[in-house]
């Protein structure tokens, strides 16, 4: 779907034909009639009914022919049974985009599955693009044009603002739009993706990106249909400095059909869905007011790259709320510096003057110090961005005029800074620090998170240079499952160490393997159809001697043919053991929306129980790697806690994005890699793979 | 303190006494005057000024030796530097409490903080209670009683509720109650405590769990300086099924002096302070507006011993964000019985009845489906809470009356359901949703949370049979640090075993101990002086043969003697080698807050990078003590996961029960005890430590 383009005409058409228009401004097919008539549309609206002359005062036309010309958009609200016509009728007259609001298609299933799928194919054949079928539509406030018959068209205080709000959902989409315009968000476009048969949410962040109106964009979605499309479309936000802002439900389902690699199983779609949104500098809420927080700050424009915050408060306890909000959060709130700390004790003995800077009621009582306090933090604090905490006392008919006045002052030598006010009172008032450049906050809490939110935004928007991911000439897999050894093959032409070892086909060829490679030895069961050779007995470890070689081999053989008689058995791998290292466990599967995601996490019990794993798209470069393996709980095992030798982390790293540009190499035939363990060496000592599984996609799937 | 009783007339005086009062209503010896004549306060007012005969209209006194009786309460409202003779005054006329606006005190530290001692003493010796200093004082809304100088006294709209407000914070505390007022939660009685130097916030809880017009209580605190007393407030309030709501702020201060033991320094203090609240049943939240919702839902009184959430819900979409929350919180939401979702699809063919039931907007069309959807959620789900998803569509018109109707219908016939809508709109109709018993909320993650913490609270009040603690003899500690061995030997008696082991004061002794013991056996050094013996090499495991005791005693007798010259070596302690267990973790370590509290984790990693552990006040019962090992992250791996056998879990918890019961019988010498590591036996092969340090205070502390 990627290859596509959308059409922008879908959120700007000069012209608008109506297929199912109703004359009733209450029915579907005539909402969207009235509203862009109320919200004046310029452009030209084609009422289409084969029973109507005249259609809410317009004149209508009897058929998608009878239209005197090519429409930009064609909204479409006749049931399910006629859709098939009707877009036929359209992709006939060359529309270039239809919003189908109708439903009854694979949001039920069965037949509604492939009549969908058949809407589908005859807009493809004719390059028209469809939104829906059932989506609520879309509406550009901006151009009047009103394709929805969501309820906000309605609202009586539409007015047209610059944040682009997406929406999978239409029930909650309207829920969304009209709290947002309760909270001051403005919306510039709004659009209802619903079934996503053709354009997704991918598609319409895309469309939002190249939006002269939109500054800011809120998604909410509950699964993603096209991967690659969002992730384009989200890259292409942050290369523009528009901030997304997402909410994606259904955390608490492990999505997905269950993959059969042990890698794959070990955390569910929504770990990878976070880290890829990460990635993508995107800010992932848990809720819609905290998404409205988020939004109706960025509003403001100011992304800090290195966000610092410092605060100015009348109340202690307000400013420790603050303070662990943004430990928690990451945002750094260092001191003052020394000097103009004594300076602020000179002018008010009894404020503390760190950071937050607690001035007590005192501030309130006197005026004059407003200014120095606050321009001491911005100036020789350097803070960009700056949160006051002034409660009601804001709103006190004595404090307003003299806290703008001054702190306006100090915004208006300090453009570059964020600023932000926890303020309460009458809206009349809060709105005039709005207007002041004052973001207001009810509550210390949701405005601390607004504001790391901003600095998360100020990172990605950074051009950060990160290396490059390692270039690898295309992998071609074998036909079917490698054996241990020639996964390792693989990989080590791809630049992926293994511990030094040797397939050996019989006992003697054992025996000589171990006296090269050196006691002691592990010895594992050489199986194409063995995949998980512990669970059969299949490993043999710590072989300190020859007799044992020999004996070994026969119980590995013996074990292979119990536990699966018809695999084919091709030998016995002998390996140095590993010892002094941590073990931790690399892997790559193939998520049903992203594609190869890379993970990384200690060995054994830190994955198996603990969960304690991190995950990225492929490929990346090594300073990516080793920030995946700094960013687990478990990291200080690695960097030498409680006397603990210091690992190679450089050659973790290094390992890491091989293995990712190995799976974006190895194209979509790639199912998984599993290397478990991998041994963390003492540093300058490497990391190597004891054990390797690739699986390889079978040709159905 | 907490033998001191608290009375009861500080909360409902009958006169009362304004110290410096001013004839100004804006200065804060005027304020409280003008206040309670404004809420029509029915008690006594008698100012005391020197330089007045007339305060605000009322007669005044020159002194507190001529008030004309004696009040129930004074208000002091004079520079600190004239407290001490004022509370003198008072004291020598048996006043029983006083409220100390004046600042200066122990918050500024120095002469301040020997000031308020002396002010403390006074009052002591003449049984008077004092709130404050530095406290902005307290209100008691339903007597008119307006003893305090926040800004909350002269707002608007003050009206009596039922919700008592304790907060340390002054003026965290008014923006508290102002944003309280403004969502609809009005206070019975506000409480601002300052600096605690005689009534707590525990002190004060008391109060209001015994006040007639307090039914839900909410709690600021910064710090706690009465550990025992509010636990015991805690403990009242949940006999009086009063929830308590509690924000403590400092999270990410790690709090209290650094503590010696190796136990002790795993954890700060707030991890302990959550999980006593989590004990008491008291409700913690992270921010202002999470108290409100929780305080606002708690009015209705309905606590569901065993919550579950039943949803019916107009967008899919917000079933899907209320699940994801529910299951976070551990809300359980089953599903509706297959009989009530047959009929249900009868009813509405798109309806999705599972739960959350999905009507879609179908539900607002043909509101004759409301109430028999609801009724099946209510009747046949059986679901104790019914959180309905309704948005702005609650407020059209058309849908209110019929909504209201419908909905009231239910609640009528089962009106002990705890009844939540997601509703928005004008705030005159969410007014009619409320007084129908339906409690609004704007944002259905806000909802769900609230519903989660009435099924907290009703866990908290019901009747739970716990099991006993067990009881032991007081236990008589050493004068001094006592060691490996007598600390065994100590925990032994109190039912606690360790593995078999012998103390040995020569090579003989040790290898008949071996003998007998079994090989293999651990040697540890043996020394009253050396507490943490790995550290120096203190420490041989896996001793398989005579040969390695002989020269192992020589061993760590070199070693100890190397690293600490003076220590008094005792021999070598012979034990036998566990093995095939899992390595626990136990300790106990003296709260500054909460006195002794156990812990428990696994061992090694989980306790030393991961935090991974539990928190409990002693002693406590073996249910508590497995909930407790059942609640880690790494509880999987006592419970065979991934093929491991299961661990005596009934064990490990018989002695996490009786080492609680040893810290509560040793009294407050015991600083804290170190079980590290306890092995977990597989299942009927019971729980023993492998080692034991039991620090012992010290004189002076």
Redesign the interface.
């Known amino acids: 779907m990627t290859t596509l383009t959308t059409p922008a005409c879908l959120l700007a058409p000069r012209s608008v034909a109506v297929i199912g228009a109703s004359d009733d401004p209450g029915r579907i097919g005539g909402r969207p009639i009235a509203s862009m008539r109320k919200q004046g549309f310029t452009g030209r609206i084609l009422p289409v009914n084969p029973n109507r002359v005249e259609v809410q005062g317009l004149p209508a036309y009897a058929s998608i022919a009878d239209l005197p010309e090519v429409p930009d958009v064609a909204i479409v609200a006749v049931p399910a049974s006629q859709v098939q016509g009707v877009v036929e009728a359209l992709a006939a007259r060359g529309v270039p985009a239809a919003i189908l609001f109708s439903a009854g298609f694979a949001e ?1 299933g069965g037949e509604g599955t492939a009549m969908q799928a058949g809407i589908v194919a005859t807009a493809r054949r004719a390059g028209m693009r469809l939104l829906g079928p059932n989506s609520l539509g879309l509406a550009n406030l901006h151009t009047g044009f009103i394709g929805t018959f969501s ?1 906000f068209a309605g609202a009586t205080d539409v007015h047209p603002g610059r944040v682009g709000i997406v ?3 239409g ?5 969304l739009v ?2 947002a315009m ?1 909270a001051g968000v403005y919306p510039s476009s709004i659009v209802m993706t619903g079934n996503e048969a053709d354009l997704t949410v991918g598609d319409i962040v895309r469309l939002l990106v190249d939006d002269p109106n939109t500054d800011v964009i809120a998604l ?1 979605s ?1 699964g993603i249909n096209d991967g690659d499309g969002l992730v384009e479309a989200l890259q292409a936000a942050r290369a523009a400095r528009k901030p997304v802002v997402m909410m994606k ?4 389902e492990l999505g997905g059909a269950a993959a059969q690699s042990h890698t794959a199983s070990i955390a569910g779609d929504d770990a990878v869905f976070s880290a890829v949104l990460d990635e993508l500098g995107v800010v992932r809420v ?4 905290e998404m409205l927080d988020i939004l109706r700050l960025a509003m403001r424009g100011i992304f800090p790259v290195d966000n610092t915050l410092g605060v100015i408060t ?5 400013g ?2 603050i ?2 909000v943004a ?2 959060l990451g945002l750094p709130m260092p001191q003052m510096p020394a000097a103009a700390q004594a300076r602020m004790l000179e002018m008010l003995p ?1 404020c503390s003057p760190r950071n937050p800077v607690d001035t ?2 005192q501030f309130i009582n006197d005026p004059s110090l407003i200014t120095p306090f606050t321009e001491a933090i911005v100036n020789e604090g350097n803070y960009r961005s700056v949160l006051g905490f002034f ?3 804001a709103a ?1 008919p004595v404090v307003t005029e003299t806290l703008l006045g001054q702190l306006g002052r100090v915004r208006d030598r300090y453009p570059d800074r964020l600023y932000v006010v926890v303020a ?1 009172g009458p809206a009349e008032i809060m709105a005039r620090y709005e207007a002041a450049g004052f973001t207001v906050f ?5 405005a601390t998170t607004a504001i790391a939110a901003m600095g998360r935004f100020g990172r990605a928007f950074a051009a950060h240079a990160r290396l490059p991911a390692p270039r690898l000439a295309p992998v071609t897999l074998p036909a079917e499952t490698p054996t241990e050894a020639q996964a390792k093959a693989l990989l080590a032409d791809a630049g992926i160490p293994s511990a030094p070892e040797r397939a050996c086909q019989d006992v003697d060829a054992a025996l000589t393997a171990a006296r090269e490679i050196g006691f002691p030895v592990v010895m594992k069961i050489l199986s194409p159809d063995i995949l998980h050779k512990s669970e059969i007995g299949g490993v043999l470890l710590d072989v300190r001697d020859e007799a044992t070689v020999r004996s070994g081999f026969g119980t590995l053989m013996q074990r292979a043919r119990a536990a699966a008689p018809d695999a084919r058995i091709e030998g016995v791998l002998v390996a140095r053991q590993l010892s002094g290292g941590v073990e931790c466990i690399m892997g790559i599967n193939r998520d049903p929306v992203f594609g190869p995601i890379a993970m990384f996490g200690l060995g054994g ?1 830190f994955v ?3 969960r ?1 794993v991190v995950f990225h798209r492929c490929p990346f470069g090594e300073d990516v790697a080793e920030s995946m393996i700094r960013s687990i ?2 990291a ?2 690695l960097l030498g ?2 006397g603990r030798p210091v690992a190679d982390i450089a050659a973790l790293a290094r390992t890491l994005s091989r293995l990712s540009a190995f799976a974006a190499a190895a194209g979509p035939r790639l199912q998984s890699v599993d290397l478990n363990p991998v041994f963390a060496m003492p540093q300058g000592e490497g990391a190597y793979a004891a054990d390797a599984v690739i699986e390889i996609r079978s040709g159905g799937e």
């Open positions: 039920v309820t929406s999978q959902s029930a909650y989409g309207s829920h009209l709290s309760e909410y509950e439900v259904g955390r608490s848990r809720d819609t007011e009348v109340s202690g306890g307000a420790v709320i303070s662990d430990e928690e009894i007590t009621a409660s009601y006392a006190s309460r009810g509550d210390p809490t949701r019990v198996e129980v603990l304690d709980r478990g200080p095992l806690a409680r």
